[in-house]
């Protein structure tokens, strides 16, 4: 018998109530709100090298042997033509290739709401990488703009352990 289990004087077993519960914001359809919370285990796998160079100020990339296709957000395996992929550095400062303000965020960002999100391109880089731009009004920041990788000083192993500022002139 789980602990949440009694027996009553008559042999009965009765499920214990808990003083817990959910807040009901509507009957039909039921909505509802109630607090939840896990420990998530999780492992980048193939990635993992990504974000260990994240935790050490580095951007890193991948670049087909094969085709010579390079990829600014890494891949295991050529998107051109499936061959595996090798890692490579990339250079800290790019610019930018396109962008938009968000006006609303996930819990992670809601707080900075308005921020630019932007696209950022290297020279002999195929594809872009995703990130946010910081230190500019989002009425100042232009396509082309020279901008420079920052990180967090204490990493979270997260793809938001990398911003992006303006390059300073």
């Not at 990829?71 to 998107?79: A, E």
């Not at 396109?98 to 960002?109: A, K, L, N, V």
């Not at 990493?155 to 911003?163: A, E, I, L, N, R």
């Not at 500022?165 to 002139?169: D, F, G, L, R």
């Given at each position: 018998?789980?602990?949440?289990?009694?027996?009553n004087?008559?042999?009965?077993?009765?499920?214990?109530?808990?003083?817990?519960?959910?807040?009901?914001?509507?009957?039909?359809?039921?909505?509802?709100?109630?607090?939840?919370?896990?420990?998530?285990?999780?492992?980048?796998?193939?990635?993992?090298?990504?974000?260990?160079?994240?935790?050490?100020?580095?951007?890193?990339g991948?670049?087909?042997?094969?085709?010579?296709?390079t990829?600014?957000?890494?891949?295991?395996?050529?998107?051109n033509?499936?061959?595996?992929?090798?890692?490579?550095?990339?250079?800290?400062?790019?610019?930018i290739?396109?962008?938009?303000?968000?006006?609303?965020?996930?819990?992670?960002?809601?707080?900075e709401?308005?921020?630019?999100?932007?696209?950022?391109?290297?020279?002999?880089?195929?594809?872009?990488?995703?990130?946010?731009?910081l230190?500019?009004?989002?009425?100042?920041?232009?396509?082309?703009?020279?901008?420079?990788?920052?990180?967090?000083?204490l990493?979270?192993?997260?793809?938001?352990?990398?911003?992006f500022?303006?390059?300073?002139?």
């Open positions: 018998m789980s602990a949440e289990q009694r027996t004087s008559a042999g009965k077993v009765k499920l214990e109530e808990q003083e817990i519960g959910a807040v009901l914001y509507n009957v039909d359809p039921i909505i509802m709100k109630y607090h939840y919370e896990i420990d998530y285990m999780h492992s980048y796998a193939q990635d993992s090298p990504f974000f260990e160079g994240l935790s050490k100020g580095e951007l890193w991948s670049k087909c042997p094969v085709c010579g296709s990829f600014g957000t890494p891949r295991g395996h050529c998107m033509c499936g061959a595996k992929t090798e890692w490579m550095q990339l250079p800290l400062e790019a610019k290739h396109t962008y938009t303000t968000c006006y609303f965020g996930s819990q992670e960002f809601l707080a709401t308005p921020f630019t999100l932007i696209l950022v391109e290297w020279p002999n880089v195929d594809t872009f990488f995703l990130s946010r731009l230190g500019v009004a989002p009425d100042e920041v232009k396509i082309g703009m020279p901008v420079r990788a920052k990180f967090r000083r990493s979270q192993f997260k793809p938001t352990d990398v911003y500022v303006p390059e300073e002139s």
